[in-house]
C-alpha cells in the first residue's frame, strides 16, 4: 500500500504512466517512483499491454563515446540542462521534456533516433554522479560530452573532428545546435 496522500499517489501514477510512455524500463521505473513494483508493474501492463522488459541498466560510460551516440548524448543533455537551469523546470520534467523533444527533433530532422530512454536516464545519472561533464568544442563552441579526467582544453567534439560526408544522420544536428544552451532547439510542449 502507497503511505502518503491520495493526491501524492495520484501524482506518482502519472509519472509512471509518463516514464512508461517514453520507454522506461523496470529499473529506471523503481528508481524514479515511490510505488511499490507490483504497483509498477500493474501500471506497466495497463500501459503496454505487455509484462516490463527484464535486463540490467548500462554501468559503463563507453556507449556515449562512440561518434554518433556522443552527438546525440550531447544534444539530449544540453536541452535538459536548458529545461531545468533557464526554465526552472524540474529534474523530472526537465528529463521527460528533454527526451521528448529529442525525439521530436529526430523526427523533424529525418534522422534515426540513437539515445533510447534508458540511455538517455543513464547519461543523466552518470552526469549526477559526476563521471561525466560537458566540455566546450575548441571548433565550434558546443559543449559535448565528456569523461571527467578527459576535460583537456582544445579538442574538438566528435562532430567538429570527423568529416560530415562520415557522418551518417549527423546532417540534422548542426554543432550550433547542440552549442547554443540559452535556447532550445524546438519549442517545449505544454
Ligand atoms: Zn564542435
Known amino acids: 500500500m502507497y503511505k502518503g496522500s491520495v493526491a501524492e499517489e495520484a501524482r506518482e501514477v502519472l509519472r509512471a504512466i509518463e516514464l512508461i510512455r517514453l520507454g522506461a524500463r523496470m529499473p529506471v521505473l523503481e528508481r524514479e517512483l515511490a510505488l511499490s513494483r507490483d504497483r509498477i508493474i500493474r501500471i506497466y501492463r495497463e500501459t503496454k499491454r505487455a509484462l516490463p522488459p527484464k535486463g540490467a541498466l548500462p554501468f559503463s560510460t563507453d556507449w556515449y563515446f562512440a561518434r554518433l551516440p556522443n552527438i546525440h548524448a550531447s544534444l539530449f543533455y544540453n536541452i535538459y540542462l536548458f529545461l531545468r537551469d533557464e526554465a526552472k523546470c524540474s529534474r523530472f520534467d526537465a528529463l521527460t521534456r528533454a527526451y521528448r523533444l529529442y525525439l521530436e527533433h529526430c523526427e523533424?530532422?529525418?534522422?534515426?533516433?540513437?539515445?533510447?530512454?534508458?540511455?538517455?536516464?543513464?547519461l543523466l545519472r552518470f552526469f549526477e554522479g559526476r563521471l561525466l561533464t560537458l566540455t566546450r568544442c575548441a571548433a565550434c563552441s558546443g559543449r559535448?560530452?565528456?569523461?571527467?579526467?578527459?576535460?583537456?582544453?582544445?579538442?574538438?567534439?566528435?562532430?567538429?573532428?570527423?568529416?560530415?560526408?562520415?557522418?551518417?544522420?549527423?546532417?540534422?544536428?548542426?554543432?550550433t545546435r547542440v552549442a547554443n544552451n540559452t535556447s532550445p532547439p524546438v519549442a517545449i510542449p505544454a
Open 144 to 175: 559535448f560530452v565528456r569523461r571527467m579526467q578527459e576535460t583537456h582544453a582544445g579538442s574538438p567534439c566528435l562532430m567538429c573532428a570527423a568529416p560530415p560526408t562520415t557522418l551518417p544522420g549527423a546532417s540534422g544536428l548542426a554543432p
Open 108 to 122: 523533424s530532422a529525418q534522422i534515426e533516433r540513437v539515445l533510447s530512454f534508458t540511455r538517455a536516464w543513464s
